[in-house]
């Protein structure tokens, strides 16, 4: 890019305000420093998209889409990047400078590539519907079932064995060069053979994008040869692992129906939507991949992998939990419709028709059955060593979870299921087991032996050994458990625990016990009263405590960065602290150490409040394991969550006493039925 664009790139995201952009197409309110509202790319109730004025940028934090002005002008609105860059110059009232040779060479030959992939995309309808078609329109019409509108719906279409495409490219004017960038032709390393057309004697399916543009073919051999299907290889405007077949179609549909079905084919995807489910994709023959379920996640919350009932559909399941579970965030998943009698989308509709295939898109497995399924279906359980080893490998996997709060959860469910699976007495399971209900649903606790108290009880054996001889203790204001001795400690929670709930970290420490020692305590207690009173004391003392912690251990960074920018920091100072830590973390591409990061932020106007976090230097005298640290952060998360919802809840109530609205009453209602849930979690034993 010349240095005149670079320079009326800048000038425009300066006098254009992202506001005014975004505002067109976004319903945008003023909160705080930002505006939030509704996220235009992916289906949400409630708002978590953001445009930052002063940085000239927008984020969700639900789908993740990010950019400027000019790239929401190209993705909210579907322009190519010249096209933005003439609005935006329009509406700033800027001239836009003469691009160089260079540059209009680029924009027209991207602009030539999607011109070449319609014209042969156009060859293709045309020769299904000439005589050497003949074949590849009895294939579609006769054995598929597919109307005349159908076909043309789908743009399908046939490859001849004859190496016609080529020809008839040439004779537009394109070269070799082109069609084998575009990946319609194959040159030999051998020089003897000649180049020959990529697909032959195929029936054709066009691949788009989100605009509708042709930019890859998939193909579906006539005779008994390897690889049935053929896709086009990766080129400038394809990538396979990217971009999911049919989204251009779906993704209204999926809108107005909340629901996105993601099968294992194009056949599936075109006989799915000829019986009214138009809001079915597909991968492009390759695995469902992690950009595929993001994107996915663009146009709904938890998508239905439609999966064939046999042994490689329970296979191609097992490889989406693999692929899913590092990206998993709170509110985005998958769940699972396996088909039965071994068939596909197209065979089940047409052996049982639409009414039936709908009543199955209810019986959906969530994705915690589908990974509890995984390892311990046909898994030896007989010894105690054998439920371990099923235990450790189940809680390995919920560790590779990177959103803290979801992990959390997953970690509390698997072991939920493997204490009623395995730590149950056989006259537990015979009472309160209940076979008429999901093979993987928790079943109710047993009912205590004795006549004694619920709460007298102790807890399993296998929760982190948590005493119960004496009660927690009610948590202390931050600053003074810190400096609290270490003798002065006397609940068997404290002493046995740390604070932490790490019986290592004292056992290796034991000939410090009588020096005073600070006490990393930020233990809150289950007691929904006492949540409550934390969360309504003032928060920067816990957000300097968690970039404290993020100085120490780097990666922290990327478990909590959301949920932190999402929080309402009083403390300008502290936010921007935050803020240059987390845009130094990400300038490096490899992983990062403390002390190459504090290195990195000692050039900064920052330095000098990371000098003045004595809780940095509190944690750098005697560093905890980092999983305690995260039990911590959670926990002075959930406060700060609360006392928002509690701020929120105050303002409301007032609103209502002035001017009483079914919508203000409906959300104040949302609001507390969330705080509660909230209350009553944290009243239940932690595992």
Not at 241 to 260: F, G
Not at 430 to 443: G, I, N, V
Not at 450 to 460: D, E, L, V
Not at 489 to 502: C, D, F, I, K, L
Request: charged share 30%.
């Amino acid at each position: 890019m010349n240095d005149d664009l670079q320079r009326f790139i800048e000038e425009l995201r300066a006098r254009v305000s992202i506001v005014d952009v975004v505002g067109a197409k976004v319903k945008l309110t003023k909160k705080g420093r930002e505006y939030q509202g509704l996220c235009p790319f992916h289906n949400e109730k409630t708002p978590s998209f953001t445009v930052n004025e002063s940085k000239g940028f927008y984020h969700c934090f639900g789908c993740g889409a990010h950019g400027d002005i000019i790239k929401f002008e190209m993705e909210g609105n579907g322009l190519p990047f010249i096209d933005a860059l003439q609005k935006l110059s329009h509406q700033a009232g800027l001239q836009m400078p003469q691009l160089t040779a260079k540059d209009k060479k680029e924009e027209e030959e991207r602009k030539s590539l999607y011109d070449i992939m319609e014209s042969a995309c156009s060859f293709f309808e045309k020769s299904l519907r000439m005589p050497e078609g003949a074949e590849g329109l009895k294939y579609f019409m006769d054995k598929r079932g597919l109307s005349k509108e159908t076909i043309q719906k789908f743009r399908l279409g046939f490859a001849p064995n004859n190496n016609a495409l080529m020809a008839h490219l040439k004779a537009e004017g394109i070269n070799e060069k082109e069609l084998k960038e575009l990946g319609l032709i194959a040159i030999p390393e051998d020089t003897s053979r000649r180049p020959h057309d990529f697909f032959r004697n195929r029936v054709m399916i066009p691949i788009t994008n989100k605009q509708g543009k042709i930019i890859a073919f998939g193909g579906r051999v006539m005779e008994k040869i390897e690889p049935k299907y053929l896709n086009s290889p990766d080129t400038p405007i394809f990538n396979k692992r990217r971009n999911l077949y049919n989204l251009d179609k779906a993704r209204e549909v999926a809108y107005k129906e909340k629901n996105l079905i993601i099968c294992e084919g194009y056949m599936d995807v075109i006989a799915l939507d000829r019986y009214g489910f138009g809001y079915a994709v597909a991968p492009l023959g390759t695995a469902l991949t992690e950009e595929q379920i993001m994107e996915a996640w663009r146009v709904c919350p938890e998508p239905i992998l439609c999966l064939d009932g046999d042994s490689p559909g329970v296979k191609a399941a097992m490889r989406a939990v693999d692929r899913v579970l590092p990206i998993l965030k709170a509110g985005y998943s998958l769940k699972f419709l396996f088909l039965p009698d071994n068939q596909d989308p197209d065979e089940y509709l047409q052996a049982h028709g639409r009414e039936s295939f709908g009543a199955l898109m209810k019986k959906t497995k969530p994705l915690i059955d589908i990974l509890w399924q995984k390892y311990t279906e046909n898994e030896d359980s007989s010894t105690p060593e054998k439920k371990a080893l099923i235990e450790k490998t189940l809680l390995a996997e919920v560790a590779k979870i990177g959103d803290a709060t979801v992990r959390s959860y997953y970690a509390q469910e698997i072991r939920n299921r493997i204490y009623l699976a395995f730590k149950q007495t056989a006259w537990q399971k015979r009472e309160y087991s209940t076979p008429q209900s999901h093979p993987y649903a928790p079943r109710p606790q047993p009912k205590p032996v004795t006549s004694a108290p619920i709460q007298n009880q102790n807890p399993p054996a296998y929760l982190d050994n948590i005493p119960t001889s004496e009660p927690l203790p009610i948590p202390q204001p931050y600053e003074e458990s810190v400096a609290r001795p270490r003798t002065t400690q006397t609940s068997t929670y404290s002493r046995t625990n740390n604070g932490y709930g790490n019986n290592r970290y004292n056992n290796n420490r034991r000939n410090n016990y009588n020096s005073p020692r600070p006490q990393i305590n930020h233990v809150i207690s289950n007691a929904p009263e006492t949540l409550r009173q934390s969360a309504e004391s003032e928060n920067d003392k816990n957000i300097r405590f968690i970039i404290a912690a993020e100085l120490i251990y780097p990666e922290l960074i990327d478990d909590y960065e959301e949920q932190l920018l999402s929080c309402e920091i009083k403390n300008p100072q502290l936010k921007d602290l935050l803020t240059t830590i987390s845009d130094t973390y990400h300038e490096t591409e490899e992983p990062i150490s403390t002390e190459e990061l504090l290195e990195k932020l000692a050039a900064t106007p920052q330095n000098k409040q990371i000098k003045e976090l004595w809780e940095l230097d509190m944690l750098q005298k005697r560093p905890p394991f980092i999983n305690d640290l995260r039990r911590n952060i959670d926990k002075l998360l959930l406060e700060d969550k609360l006392r928002n919802l509690e701020e929120e809840i105050k303002d409301l109530t007032k609103e209502i006493c002035q001017n009483f609205t079914e919508e203000a009453y409906e959300r104040l209602s949302s609001l507390k039925k969330e705080r509660d849930e909230i209350l009553s979690h944290a009243a239940e034993p932690d595992d």
